[in-house]
């Protein structure tokens, strides 16, 4: 798990979407909630999650690091969920997140398929 995620941070910090999209299982299931409560959920295909993620990713157009601390629990050999506390530095401006992703291994390959994160739900419409 540590060698996927860090795959996974150098695409997102370089920018790389469909890096990152790359290494999803589609469709893509996103939960959120908004800041009255209002949780959502939605699915994704490669090109909704593209548009997405390449406005957070590619669109900051300002310098990104991140840094996070895992935690897996297997629910299978082929099945986990990875709770993370995460910091973003974008141009010397942090944020805090928590958030949790389902990863399936499918033909030996571990791919992210849910991505639950809060204070999204402005954004999925």
């Known amino acids: 798990m540590d060698e996927w995620f860090r795959r996974y941070d150098a695409l997102a910090e370089a920018g790389d979407v469909a ?32 548009e997405m993620m390449g406005g957070v990713l590619a669109g900051g157009g300002g310098d990104l690091t991140m840094e996070s601390r895992r935690t897996p629990y297997f629910l299978t050999g082929s099945l986990v969920v990875v709770f993370t506390d995460a910091e973003f530095t974008v141009d010397g401006a942090k944020q805090r997140v928590r958030y949790a992703d389902l990863l399936v291994k499918s033909d030996g390959q571990w791919r992210f398929q849910t991505m639950v994160q809060g204070g999204w739900g402005g954004q999925a419409g």
């Open 19 to 50: 890096g990152t999209a790359d290494l999803a299982m589609f469709p893509l299931n996103t939960v959120t909630d908004d800041g009255a409560g209002q949780g959502s959920a939605r699915q994704l295909d490669r090109a909704a999650y593209l």
